[in-house]
């Protein structure tokens, strides 16, 4: 089990250019988030799907920034236009919603260190 | 604002003794309630976590106390360890049919020996 692997590990861009982030969840697991770590702000909940249909899109910045999970091996997080303040360490994790306590578990991945000139 | 809360950003204990973490937060329906652990440069990972049907759960070392009509969850550590020193992350959760987690800002502990 490699775990919830994220690509790419670090990415620079230029302000206003794209940035595409990656995420393969764990073999089984049902649900993807993605969340976005500052050292201001901490960990912030930005989305998450379940069998791949998106449930809570709630904390998406309601411009620029869109994810999609197109099968169930991975999800990705897009952010057009990128600014400075998207600087950030964007985690994705994923959960076996299996019922129980375990349903909640988030087993995060390494996370994509984005930085914005 | 801010669902969840720590409002220590960092605690000192002594090798040996009791660490106590805080936590508290301000939704009603949360019914899920977890500690992560987060070394630097890695990602969190889950310590313990309890539902709302119980006041407290012992795992090892580890103790989650919850007080849901104060609306405020603490993990305690027995035994602090120099390798206990890291940032300590609490999550809350609606549960049900939702799976989303918010999580606090983080408490650095550091355990001197």
């Known amino acids: 089990n490699a775990g919830v692997i994220q690509t790419p590990r670090h990415k620079v861009t230029g302000k206003g250019q794209e940035a595409t982030l990656w995420c393969e969840p764990i073999?089984?697991?049902?649900?993807v988030f993605w969340y976005r770590q500052t050292i201001v702000q901490g960990l912030e909940f930005l989305t998450y799907?379940?069998?791949?249909?998106?449930?809570?899109d709630s904390g998406m910045p309601k411009e620029r920034f869109s994810a999609q999970m197109p099968n169930q091996s991975h999800s990705t997080l897009k952010i057009q236009s990128t600014q400075p303040q998207d600087s950030a360490v964007y985690l994705c994790?994923?959960?076996?919603?299996?019922?129980?306590?375990?349903?909640?578990?988030?087993?995060f991945g390494a996370g994509t260190r984005l930085s914005v000139l | 604002g801010q669902q969840v809360k720590q409002s220590s950003p960092s605690l000192t204990v002594q090798e040996g003794g009791i660490s106590i973490l805080n936590c508290d937060y301000e939704n009603d329906m949360f019914d899920y309630f977890a500690w992560y652990k987060k070394y630097p440069d890695n990602s969190p990972t889950l310590l313990i976590s309890?539902?709302?049907?119980?006041d407290k759960r012992e795992d090892g070392r580890l103790t989650v106390f919850l007080n849901k009509s104060g609306k405020h969850f603490s993990l305690h550590i027995t035994a602090s360890q120099p390798e206990d020193t890291a940032v300590y992350l609490c999550a809350a959760g609606e549960g049900g049919g939702s799976a989303k987690l918010i999580f606090g800002e983080g408490t650095k502990l550091t355990v001197s020996s």
């Open positions: 994790a994923s959960s076996p919603g299996l019922g129980g306590l375990s349903q909640n578990t988030l087993y």
């Open positions: 799907f379940r069998n791949q249909a998106p449930i809570d």
């Open positions: 309890v539902r709302s049907n119980v």
């Open positions: 073999s089984g697991h049902s649900a």
